[in-house]
Nanobody, 123 residues
Framework: QVQLVESGGGLVQAGGSLRLSCAAS????????LGWFRQAPGKEREFVAG????????YYGDSVRDRFTISRDNAANTVTLQMNTLKPEDTAVYYC????????????????WGQGTQVTVSS
């Protein structure tokens, strides 16, 4: 069974940093694009960042570009999201996801999802 498990969420003050991790099992990890999404209460799930298996080139949503960094360790079957200069509007549940598509940014493009981890940024 495919499993994606997020960790690293928590409470942080505005301007601080957090690092999220996602551990994958049950799939050939290095063949998948890995992505991070987030969802705040009352809002739709939003694309945050992705990295393809083929070129190892990351791509980001406009709201987090230049603040967040996605990376992957294929040997360890993990993907991380380094979040810097956090803002209160970054508060959300963060999900990792996997797809065989190369540069996917839509929720429906992703086949597998984790359960999410809460990130709360205080003023």
């Amino acid at each position: 069974q495919v499993q994606l498990v997020e960790s690293g969420g928590g409470l942080v003050q505005a301007g601080g940093s957090l690092r999220l991790s996602c551990a994958a099992s049950g799939l050939t990890f290095e063949t998948y694009t890995l992505g991070w999404f987030r969802q705040a209460p009352g809002k739709e799930r939003e694309f945050v960042a992705g990295v393809s298996w083929r070129g190892r080139i990351p791509y980001y949503g406009d709201s987090v570009r230049d603040r967040f960094t996605i990376s992957r360790d294929n040997a360890a079957n993990t993907v991380t999201l380094q979040m810097n200069t956090l803002k209160p509007e970054d508060t959300a549940v963060y999900y990792c996801a996997a797809t065989l598509d190369i540069r996917a940014i839509k929720v429906y493009d992703y086949n597998y999802w984790g359960q999410g981890t809460q990130v709360t940024v205080s003023s």
